[in-house]
């Protein structure tokens, strides 16, 4: 199969431009591609039309369609055309499309498929074609039980951005939160769990205790977060296949802030006595601890580097929070922000590419990203209240809460040109948002 583009630049740069281009450019005869160029930078990027008609086979495959839509859609990447101008209907996964039918609508890419049902079981399968090089570009096909239709959407939402982007998908994935209910006097905080694109919510905690900062494995369908109640905090681990529960253990002073490491064998997380607040982490084989600061300031919030080498961290140690980067074991930490206001919240993104960050300036609440070095430091997002930054496991989009001047808390998701910017169609309120990695 030829690929879609002959790379001359990094995926990265890439798949931040691609949209730039011309349809021509993107999706044309093998004899006309030549190398591709892309400023990340740009600022007149355009997502790229793509047709997904319903696919065959009823209700279900209108609903496939729909999601798989839905996902390409919220990238900002792809722009999926209204049906309605739709020249050829009814296709058939087996069938080669009418191309002058989707180059009349000026479709540069087509997604058809079809949905075969036996008992309890579905079969999906799907067509991406390359409509002006009248070739396709991938198919696939897919099975699973029926009420895994969902999962079977996201799985082609992630096999068609890939195709076309060069990068994984982040589609097929779930987010860990807090779900808040109830005013600022007694706001009920319970750890709950939902399809990437707000479907299936469910609650994992009764709310009787107060749920912070949950956060993913980085290689299982693992959590870990903190539990407050009135005798004191605890930090939990949470297998989601299993439904195990283990507490960390039993620690003099407040415990907060956890985070694996990114081979999901240790914990990071953050101990308060007496105003000062220290970096620990424990070996989840053995329960050994090592602090890792001992500076009389607040240090917290630690976020290992993709290779486990480093840990990114907040400290107040120079007078007001600003980031730190140091040795995984403690060694050489060093400044690396200088700017105006209060950085927070720091996390190394999954490709080490990037740190994300909360800063307060200027009356406002930022979620921003740099360079691990501190360099390039750009700003994403501005209102009254934008905290807690998580990445999808592609390191493309991040999810953080926003909270309006009412007090109330959404959470959003913004990538990281800054360009796609929207609300979570999660119903409720909600906080503190982590992603899983890919589901199986």
């Known amino acids: ?173 779930r987010i860990i939160f807090v779900a808040e209910t109830g005013g600022r006097g007694g706001r009920s905080k319970r750890l709950a769990i939902m399809d990437q694109d707000g479907a299936n919510p469910s609650y994992l905690t009764d709310g009787s205790a107060i749920i912070m900062t949950p956060r993913f494995s980085s290689n299982s369908q693992e959590i870990t977060y903190m539990e407050l109640r009135p005798e004191g905090s605890k930090i939990y681990l949470l297998n989601l296949d299993t439904a195990r529960r283990e507490s960390l253990g039993d620690f003099k002073g407040m415990v907060f802030a956890p985070r694996f490491s990114p081979d999901g064998g240790k914990v990071a997380f953050s101990v308060e006595r007496g105003g000062n607040s220290d970096i620990f982490v424990m070996d989840l084989k053995n329960h050994a601890t090592s602090r890792l600061t001992s500076d009389p300031s607040i240090d917290t919030s630690p976020s290992f580097s993709p290779d486990g080498s480093r840990i990114v961290f907040e400290s107040d140690r120079s007078g007001s929070p600003q980031i730190y980067i140091m040795g995984a074991d403690g060694s050489n930490p060093r400044r690396i922000t200088f700017g105006q206001g209060r950085y927070n919240t720091p996390v190394w993104s999954p490709t080490g590419e990037y740190i994300a960050f909360t800063r307060q300036n200027g009356g406002e609440f930022h979620i921003g990203v740099m360079k691990p070095d501190g360099t390039d430091e750009r700003i994403l997002t501005s209102s009254y209240l934008d905290e807690s930054p998580g990445w999808a496991p592609n390191g493309r989009v991040i999810v953080f809460s926003r909270e309006t001047g009412a007090g109330q808390r959404k959470l959003w998701t913004v990538d990281i040109t800054g360009r796609t910017l929207q609300a979570l169609p999660y119903p409720g309120a909600g906080s503190d948002a982590a992603w899983s990695p890919l589901l199986n």
């Open 1 to 173: 199969m030829t690929p879609i583009f002959k790379r001359s630049v990094s995926k990265r740069t890439l798949l931040a431009g691609l949209a730039a281009l011309p349809a021509t450019a993107l999706i044309a005869p093998a004899a006309a591609r030549a190398d591709i160029e892309v400023n990340v930078n740009r600022g007149d990027v355009k997502p790229l039309p793509i047709a997904i008609p319903a696919f065959g086979g009823g209700q279900v495959g209108a609903d496939i369609a729909g999601v798989v839509s839905a996902d390409l859609a919220r990238s900002g990447l792809f722009r999926p055309l209204d049906p309605a101008s739709f020249i050829e209907h009814d296709l058939n996964a087996a069938v080669q499309p009418r191309f002058q039918a989707w180059k009349q609508i000026n479709a540069p890419a087509l997604l058809n498929g079809q949905v075969s049902a036996a008992g309890d079981r579905l079969q999906v399968d799907f067509r991406l074609w390359d409509v002006f090089a009248e070739n396709q570009l991938k198919g696939v096909g897919m099975t699973g039980s029926a009420e895994s239709w969902r999962h079977i959407a996201h799985k082609i939402s992630d096999a068609v951005y890939e195709q076309l982007t060069g990068e994984k998908g982040y589609f097929d994935t």
